[in-house]
């Protein structure tokens, strides 16, 4: 606005030039034409009209236009979380991690209504699709789980319908319950072949495993006991269900979903711990966070969590003493890799820490893949227990309200705007990813920053007295990048 009117000022400067310079004498070949009245000379001249065409500058280019979304929940994750103090631990301890080896560590905090973590990855392990880098084996049977129980909940059942189909391997009428205990806490890959069929191929992969509830890569399409003669896991049989004085049909189904994630499983660490986290703090979550699943069957599977053989059994004794409590899921392939994740309870503290390891089983007996993975596991949590978390967390929005304005005032910059209740508020500190770049004692914040050329996160928590009270997240992007 500001070019636009100098502009007019310029421009009224020359007619008002124009008018104190006096007539303009004509030119000698100027002649009036026949009948026309006499030129006018001196102060009965008429001033000259300017031609605004020739004097206006040009119009200024327009300002980018600004998108402030919410941002995806894998993508806060991967954008908060330390990739440094891993590595630099490790090597303080004299501590290499095993060649091929990925590992993804959380503390668990208290949030703003909800619990908060403060993820660390070693490197960008945490965030890297499996496919190609790591098998993830039975580790997955967890989600498999949840995505049976997901289908059913939409059917009014839990884990206590009894279930009765054929497959190829015979005909199953139990409850479903006894399904994923087989599945958890011996790991039977039969039991896992039969949860996504109950689940459903399309309706675990199209419409659980979404980026909405934190899956990037995730995905289901190998099957562990059926083999390369047995049915495809898109096939589902019809199961006939009872429950109390319910009774009814899940027709066959075959899945057409196009999975294009991977050729077979994959997962990265971060969504095997993310859903594990959801299925053990299920209680503190927000409602809308919850997995919907029936209250009996988390009881249930937190309860065989803890049944299940665990890698890191003894890494977290040595670390924590005896008296911890652990909910994990192992998983190996002796031509592939071994891995584990859990959630690590010190009851002597009541601290409580996420952990996910994986290292390389091919070429290696049993014992040395065990040792590895018990191993990296200890030094991993010994980084934890001694790790005290500063600036950035990731949760979901809550708490007081915050507000976020952002304008271009150039063609590559803006000014980002931050604001809450002054009443409710006392300090409010600003990051993009894990940088801090801006912190204020009072309840609004002003920056001037580069105009990002792709999506980029911003975290804002506002505090009272050192206590965390609000938690806002967006992405911004120039509007033509969404």
Not at 55 to 82: G, H, N
Not at 359 to 386: C, H, I, N, S
Request: with cysteine; glycine share 8%; aromatic share 8%.
């Amino acid at each position: 606005m500001a070019a636009l009117t100098r502009a007019t000022q310029i421009t009224f400067a020359f007619v008002l030039a124009l008018v104190a310079c006096g007539p303009v004498s004509p030119s000698p070949s100027s002649e009036p034409e026949p009948g026309s009245p006499p030129a006018r000379s001196g102060a009965d001249a008429a001033p000259p009209v300017a031609n605004p065409d020739a004097s206006a500058a040009p119009a200024p280019p327009e300002l980018p236009e600004l998108s402030i979304t919410a941002p995806k929940w894998f993508d806060l994750a991967a954008a908060t979380a330390d990739r440094e103090t891993l590595a630099a631990g490790y090597a303080e301890c004299g501590y290499e991690p095993p060649e091929g080896s990925y590992v993804l560590a959380a503390r668990v905090l208290g949030g703003v209504d909800q619990p908060a973590f403060a993820y660390l990855s070693k490197g960008d392990d945490g965030f890297v699709n499996s496919d190609g880098n790591f098998w993830p084996a039975s580790s997955i049977k967890l989600i498999a789980a949840v995505g049976a129980l997901t289908t059913l909940r939409q059917h009014g059942l839990t884990g206590d319908a009894v279930l009765d189909f054929e497959d190829h391997k015979g005909r199953w009428k139990k409850k479903a319950e006894r399904l994923y205990c087989a599945a958890l806490t011996w790991s039977s890959n039969l039991a896992y072949d039969r949860l996504i069929r109950v689940g459903g191929f399309d309706e675990i992969n199209g419409q659980l495993l979404t980026e909405e509830r934190g899956f990037r890569y995730a995905a289901f399409q190998t099957a562990y006991a059926s083999g390369t003669d047995g049915p495809s896991l898109r096939e589902s049989p019809e199961i006939a269900f009872r429950e109390g004085d319910r009774e009814g049909i899940i027709p066959a189904r075959s899945g057409t979903y196009d999975v294009k994630r991977c050729s077979g499983n994959c997962f990265s660490l971060f969504e095997l711990l993310d859903p594990l986290s959801r299925v053990v703090l299920h209680k503190e979550l927000p409602e809308g966070d919850r997995f919907d699943v029936a209250p009996i069957d988390i009881r249930r599977l937190r309860a065989f969590l803890t049944q299940s053989k665990c890698g890191f059994t003894e890494s977290a004794e040595e670390v924590f003493g005896d008296d911890v409590r652990i909910y994990n899921k192992r998983g190996y392939s002796p031509s592939m890799d071994m891995i584990d994740h859990a959630l690590v309870v010190d009851k002597r503290t009541g601290r409580r820490y996420l952990l996910a390891a994986s290292v390389r089983y091919v070429d290696r007996d049993k014992d040395r893949a065990k040792a590895e993975l018990a191993e990296l596991g200890k030094q991993t949590l010994r980084q934890l227990r001694r790790y005290k978390p500063e600036g950035v967390l990731l949760q979901r929005d809550a708490g007081v309200a915050i507000e976020v304005i952002a304008e271009a005032t150039s063609q590559d910059a803006m000014s980002l705007r931050v604001s809450a209740d002054s009443t409710a508020v006392d300090r409010v500190e600003l990051y993009r990813g894990r940088e801090q770049i801006g912190s204020v004692e009072g309840a609004s914040v002003e920056v001037d920053l580069p105009i990002p050329d792709d999506p980029a996160i911003f975290v804002v928590q506002a505090y009272l007295e050192d206590e965390l009270v609000g938690y806002r997240a967006i992405s911004l992007s120039p509007s033509d990048t969404v």
